[in-house]
């Protein structure tokens, strides 16, 4: 999305993106094509047949950023200083920098037009290894977790609250990586910390234990997987007689406040993140190697970084690209379309006599009177002011809003103002490392900051 670089004190100007010096451009550009030559024989019978969105979404990565495919003329009315906006892939959970928009703008849309000003908490809802794989291969089984955990969540809430007919609130985000981009599907859930009712209360969640709620969502997800022949009843009761294996799990150790507006933006910001960072990775293009960082590992094999061969990289990434029509954010009860557009047409009765008529534990909010912003998407402005702080259409030397003027997209225009630029064949220069001496004793024992609030907090696992 480009960055900012101060110029003086006070002044802070925008600075485009150089898309082929970036180390995953370097990387994509010299051993993609390698990658899906070498496919079936080395990476087939652990990632499954190679996926045409891939190839779809790595080639218009390609030319992310690229000028000769077409760009922007943005112009200064008061000076005349002018420079040329290249247009992006759009390529979301691959390209760090068109997913990092869509962070912003979901981000936005999530804390201003749909949670509500009341508590919500995070859920992290975790599978054994031993059933990862099914979820790889049947990615359709990834929309069937998510209505295990939906399921799970409504009936503890209920029971744990006393309130039959109330209606959770949930934003749920699949991801399916883990450290060094391992295949680990799981679910992060932005959950209302309490009830809705309809008429127009909320009923907050007391401190109780999880244990049934973990139980819930592994007899579900059991469930699920019998009934569709993935698993036996041998094979389940074998995996529950494994004390120390890792199995499921769900915690909820993170609470957003209900004024706590940061937070929240913080919170679903993370859950949404790409499953790669292109700044923890560094690509020698020597050895044709990728170093990827990582928090802190301890046990056996301590160290805070892994190395990868160029393909097997490229394969680990990939494998997390979703198909085109899939969906990996999922709106839940009173925070689902159905009943957002229904409360859109309908009036929300009095609070006052649902107050009168329940009987609860915990505190009850009204929310009788609440009506979610309805504001727009962020644009590309606004959403490189958000991320750097500095506005990009403000001109660098007189201070003056610019103005985008026009959008060059013909193959002939774009080649003769490119080439009258000197732009055409010119490349930025990529600095990449020569060597790998002396990094790894580096990066062993000095600790990595993932760049995200630290949300992975204890958990409560079923064994």
């Known amino acids: ?71 922007a003329r943005v112009r200064c009315p008061e000076c005349h200083h002018e420079y040329l906006l290249s247009f992006s892939c759009r390529g979301r959970w691959f390209c760090p920098s068109c997913h990092a928009k869509k962070v912003v703008q979901l981000s936005v849309s999530l804390t201003e037009n749909i949670l509500f000003p009341i508590p ?58 883990g450290d060094y981009a391992k295949w680990n599907p799981h679910l992060h859930a932005i959950v209302a910390d309490g009830l809705f009712t309809e008429r127009g209360t909320f009923h907050v969640m007391s401190e109780v234990s999880l244990k049934p709620l973990a139980e819930l969502f592994r007899a579900s997800v059991f469930k699920e997987l019998r009934d569709r022949g993935f698993v036996t009843r041998e094979f389940v009761a074998r995996l529950m007689a494994w004390r120390h294996t890792s199995g499921f799990s769900v915690h909820n150790g993170v609470r957003i406040d209900a004024g706590d507006r940061k937070g929240l933006e913080s919170l679903t910001q993370y859950v949404v993140r790409n499953p790669f960072s292109s700044a923890k990775m560094t690509y020698n293009h020597d050895s044709g190697t990728v170093i990827y960082r990582s928090k802190m590992t301890y046990g056996k094999n301590r160290s805070n970084f892994k190395v990868f061969e160029a393909v097997d990289f490229i394969a680990a990434i990939t494998q997390h690209i979703p198909e085109k029509s899939f969906q990996l954010i999922r709106y839940y009860g009173w925070y689902s379309n159905r009943m957002r557009g229904e409360r859109r047409k309908s009036e929300q009765q009095s609070a006052e006599a649902e107050v009168e008529m329940l009987e609860t534990t915990g505190a009850i909010i009204s929310i009788a009177d609440y009506e979610p912003r309805n504001i727009p998407s962020p644009t590309w402005r606004e959403c490189i ?24 997209t013909e193959y002939a225009v774009v080649r003769k103002i490119l080439k009258h630029l000197d732009l055409w064949d010119i490349s930025p220069p990529v600095e990449l490392p020569s060597s790998r001496s002396g990094v790894d004793d580096e990066m062993v024992y000095v600790p990595c900051d993932d760049g995200w609030p630290i949300y992975e907090e204890p958990f409560i696992e079923v064994q």
């Not at 750097?388 to 030397?397: F, G, K």
């Open 1 to 71: 999305m480009g960055y900012a670089e101060t110029v003086s004190s006070d002044v802070a100007i925008y600075n485009q993106r150089r898309p082929k010096a970036s180390p995953l451009w370097c990387l994509i550009d010299e051993h993609f094509s390698e990658f899906e030559e070498v496919y079936y024989d080395r990476f087939a019978d652990k990632y499954g047949f190679l996926r045409r969105v891939v190839s779809e979404v790595v080639d218009n990565f390609h030319f992310c950023g690229d000028l000769k495919q077409g760009f």
């Open 385 to 408: 002011k958000k991320i750097w702080e500095v506005d990009p259409l403000i001109c660098p030397h007189c201070q003056t809003e610019m103005k985008i003027v026009s959008f060059i």
């Open 120 to 177: 919500h908490r995070q859920y992290v809802f975790s599978l054994p290894i031993l059933v990862r794989q099914f979820f790889r291969y049947d990615r359709k089984l990834l929309s069937v977790l998510c209505h295990c955990a939906i399921r799970a969540l409504q009936e503890f809430f209920r029971v744990s609250l006393n309130l039959p007919d109330g209606v959770p609130g949930v934003v749920m985000a699949i991801q399916t990586f």
